[in-house]
């Protein structure tokens, strides 16, 4: 479950609302009564679904006074947030290494540095911080978004990011790499198409992205999700069942329908069935993929 800003009107509503999901969650004819996933985006500064903390956005913390202090403050706040309602996982923080003043990443505070090594290590603190409080971890975009300009926004329009593989490895992939051995829950892909990588598919749905470059390259063997499944980007890429059957295939774990519509994930569901029924999914790999979302799930217990 994905809450937004409109599905909260205060913290008891909230904390309501997810007390009764949890009770249904436990029916006895629930076939794995392990705790459900809810999160929420509380990256810090102006992304922020819940009201409190982490006030300061990543751009602030790498340029206070202490940020390796700022960091984990912020990740071990957003923890105490987040279970005082009842959440369990943050899909943040965001690794983007930023690359001029004022483009994407930059222009809503969303990156900690341009300096792919102060990102490692303030996305680590973040992490190891927040996880400790109990509440998983997304990392995201992978490959990175940091090269992205002003106006390349994958919720409105195709990107394309002319990054060499060399940049990629070495600036973009750095902190995932750090990421990962902080232990990272979940990393998020993006939507955008890295041409150096793979030249026809944004990274969520590449295969050579998601499997080659961040499970055998960087060895990440936890839960992979998708960024929302309705964006603009993916246009040319069909329906909502297309989609959903491209991320599979892909490699991707979590398909994230935020549509706020619940035919979408209905849609993605029962495209998904029928592909694993006919094995126009590879049911070891199905399989393999729900057992890391189980694994994750269990682990976020009380």
């Known amino acids: 479950m994905i809450f937004f800003g409109e599905n909260i009107s205060s913290r008891e509503q909230i904390r309501t609302v997810i007390a009764g999901l949890e009770k249904a969650n436990k029916n006895s004819t629930n076939p794995i009564r392990a705790p459900l996933l809810l999160m929420t985006d509380q990256e810090g500064g102006e992304v922020r679904r819940l009201p409190g903390e982490p006030l300061l956005s990543e751009k602030q913390i790498g340029k206070s006074a202490d940020p390796a202090a700022q960091a984990a403050k912020a ?8 279970k005082g ?7 943040a923080p965001v690794l983007d290494v930023y690359r001029v003043a004022g483009d994407f990443s930059d222009m809503f505070g969303r990156s900690y540095s341009k300096d792919p090594a ?3 290590s303030l996305g680590a603190a973040f992490i190891r911080a927040q996880q400790e409080g109990g509440v998983a971890a997304a990392a995201k975009h992978f490959p990175g978004l940091g090269a992205a300009g002003t106006s390349q926004n994958t919720d409105a329009g195709p990107v394309v990011l002319e990054v060499s593989r060399d940049s990629l490895r070495a600036v973009d ?28 598919r944004p990274a969520g749905f590449s295969s050579t992205v998601v499997k080659g470059e961040l499970r055998d390259r960087l060895g990440f063997q936890g839960v992979t999700v998708t960024d929302a499944l309705e964006a603009a980007s993916l246009k040319a890429f069909g329906t909502t069942q297309q989609r959903a059957l491209l991320a599979a295939q892909a490699g991707m774990d979590l398909l994230l329908c935020a549509a706020r519509d619940a035919q ?12 694993y029924l006919d094995t126009t999914l590879e049911p070891l790999d199905s399989q393999e993929a729900a057992e890391r979302v189980v694994a994750l799930r269990f682990s976020l217990g009380d």
């Open 85 to 91: 309602v009842g959440m369990n996982v943050n899909l």
């Open 264 to 275: 979408q994930g209905q849609q993605a569901t029962d495209a998904l069935a029928r592909a």
């Open 75 to 82: 990740g071990s706040a957003a923890a105490a947030n987040l």
């Open 173 to 200: 992939e750095l902190p995932y790499r750090t990421a990962i051995k902080a232990g990272v829950d979940l990393v998020m892909l993006s939507w955008a198409v890295y041409p150096a990588l793979d030249p026809n």
């Open 118 to 120: 102060v990102v490692s």
